[in-house]
């Protein structure tokens, strides 16, 4: 059954980086996003690995992706938003093919979801109070009735005035998405949430749930070519927070050069490109993972395609 989501929406203007007015329709309690380019992402073995991953941590991803569409030519871009407890998964691409919609409404259908309308635009809601929506053939939303029901609403009146967390999470979220294959950015405390997630599995635990604890804000992306490029910019509660992380980063990145030794197999090795500074209680980091090192930090399931 699904679960009661927050609601972001993003209209076929997600498309293009620069129609970031677009992203003040996300609602004030999504204090964590992470958003990818589909095509990037499935035409790269890092990407396909993480989004195995992914849709393993995200019943609705498995979903989406298993509806009769071909994802590298009917999606462009998928966001999952999540606060207050709750979390919402929003996609862009071309909604309009008959067999991707009889597809999803028969998954719906399973599960107790019903056609509705809202305001002229067609929904699927259930007795328990989740739907979902395409309002334009271009947006996928799913979530709680009045949510959806609210998010159509600001994208009718091109979204309400937003809270100064908010707006500087779509700020951020901004600046990330346009630079990187699949960016993410959190406005609350870094522990058991994506960005932590991938800072443990990124650098063996280095970057640990528990150490981001001292971090309100953390934002980042990661950009896919021969290797996995990964930068993040996260802030600290104090200087001496953003010191300390500066110092164990890199502590571990020199320990982890001496003891890589002759066979140079360390699948830490790749701390040697560790690029990182603190300005203030603001912490930069820029990382470069080979493959060999990503392979050995996340072995692939059976399942998982290469």
Known sequence: MLKPYAVLVLTAGLLYPADLPLLSILPDDAGSLVGFDVARVL???????ILARMQSDDPRLKILFKLGLDPARD???VVVAS???RTLLAATGNFESKKLLQGLAGELATRGLKPSMYEGVEMMTGSDGNGMSIPDGHTLLLGHEQSIRSALDRRRSKGARRSAAAAQL???????MSGYDLWFASSGPQNNDFTGRVGERATGGVISGELLKAFDRTYGGLRFSDSLEVGVETVAKSEKDASTMVTAMKLLSVVSSMTKGASNKSPLGFLDSLDIKATG?????????PRSAFDAL???APDEVQ
């Open 43 to 49: 035409g790269s073995p890092f990407g396909r690995r």
């Open 83 to 85: 606060g207050g407890g």
């Open 170 to 176: 779509s700020s951020k979220s901004e600046s990330w």
């Open 298 to 300: 996340n072995p692939p």
């Open 75 to 77: 999606l462009n871009h």
């Open 281 to 289: 209680n603001i912490v930069n980091l820029k990382i470069t993972v």
